[in-house]
């Protein structure tokens, strides 16, 4: 056989290894995309930790408002304490809302986009697994409220919503795990400082959330948001 042929050979041989590692990675992309939630937005971050910096904005006036009238009268208001409370929770469930409401547009919208299913099989266990710690940590806090232990209120939401985004990553981008790490860790740390649970709340669901959510944008949306 000659030189040309044997040369031929190897071309052909190299361009169909080449031609079957192409067919691998895209088994490989589109188990992964059936297999994982792809559509979540950086941006639902962005407008949750905007969200979030604004309530700790309101709690804060709130806050000092009420410490001092506290500090003015010299006594306890049982009255007083009552009502700070119930805003607080209120201001807490309204925060959550519009974080979800945020959450569900700008995904619908990257979905769309991307001409995805909001709602399938994978997105039921990104949200499903997200519940269940979420859930397991509303009953965890809302019985430290009933013993009044509020100073334990903060560092239990960062630690239960880091362990839900851990459990959910499983079905969805990874970098959700490192947020869900880093809250984990965050919740810890306020632990040791628990009369300073209003600065991590913010720094948790606030500006973490921001970072991760330009982040996340610019890693997977940005060249999206230029063909728009």
Same mark, same amino acid.
Request: net charge positive; aromatic share 14%.
């Given at each position: 056989?000659?030189?040309?042929?044997?040369?031929?050979?190897?071309?052909?041989?190299? #361009?169909?290894?080449?031609?079957? +590692?192409?067919?691998? $990675?895209?088994?490989?992309?589109?188990?992964? %995309?059936?297999?994982? *939630?792809?559509?979540?937005?950086?941006?639902?971050?962005?407008?949750?930790?905007?969200? $979030?910096?604004?309530?700790?904005?309101?709690?804060?006036? /709130?806050?000092?408002?009420?410490?001092?009238?506290?500090?003015? $009268?010299? %006594?306890?208001?049982?009255?007083?304490?009552?009502?700070?409370?119930?805003?607080?929770?209120?201001?807490?469930?309204?925060?959550?809302?519009? =974080?979800? =409401? @945020?959450?569900?547009?700008?995904?619908?919208?990257?979905?769309?986009?991307?001409?995805?299913?909001? /709602?399938? =099989?994978?997105?039921?266990? !990104?949200?499903?697994? &997200?519940?269940?710690?979420?859930?397991?940590?509303?009953?965890?806090?809302? &019985?430290?409220?009933?013993?009044?232990?509020?100073?334990?209120?903060?560092?239990?939401?960062?630690?239960?919503? &880091?362990?839900?985004?851990?459990?959910? $990553?499983?079905?969805?981008?990874?970098?959700?795990?490192?947020?869900?790490?880093?809250?984990? @860790? +965050? @919740?810890?740390?306020?632990?040791?400082?628990?009369?300073?649970?209003? *600065?991590?709340?913010?720094?948790?669901? &606030?500006? #973490?959330?921001?970072?991760? @959510? !330009?982040? #996340?944008?610019?890693?997977?949306?940005?060249?999206?948001?230029?063909?728009?």
């Amino acid at each position: 056989m000659s030189k040309k042929s044997n040369f031929d050979l190897q071309s052909t041989l190299i #361009m169909t290894e080449q031609q079957h +590692l192409e067919v691998l $990675s895209d088994i490989k992309r589109m188990m992964e %995309r059936s297999s994982r *939630y792809m559509s979540l937005s950086g941006l639902s971050g962005v407008f949750a930790g905007a969200v $979030s910096l604004i309530a700790a904005g309101i709690a804060y006036y /709130w806050l000092h408002d009420y410490y001092t009238q506290w500090n003015t $009268s010299g %006594r306890f208001d049982p009255a007083a304490f009552d009502l700070l409370r119930i805003r607080l929770i209120v201001l807490a469930v309204t925060v959550m809302g519009l =974080a979800f =409401a @945020g959450g569900t547009y700008f995904t619908w919208k990257k979905a769309k986009f991307n001409k995805l299913p909001v /709602w399938d =099989a994978t997105s039921r266990k !990104v949200f499903i697994n &997200g519940l269940i710690p979420m859930a397991a940590g509303g009953a965890f806090i809302a &019985g430290l409220l009933y013993n009044n232990l509020e100073v334990m209120v903060a560092p239990s939401c960062l630690v239960f919503y &880091g362990l839900a985004l851990v459990n959910a $990553s499983k079905y969805t981008l990874t970098d959700i795990r490192y947020l869900g790490i880093a809250e984990i @860790g +965050l @919740g810890i740390l306020n632990v040791f400082f628990l009369r300073k649970g209003l *600065y991590f709340w913010a720094i948790g669901f &606030g500006i #973490m959330h921001i970072l991760y @959510g !330009v982040i #996340m944008w610019w890693k997977y949306e940005k060249g999206a948001a230029k063909e728009e």
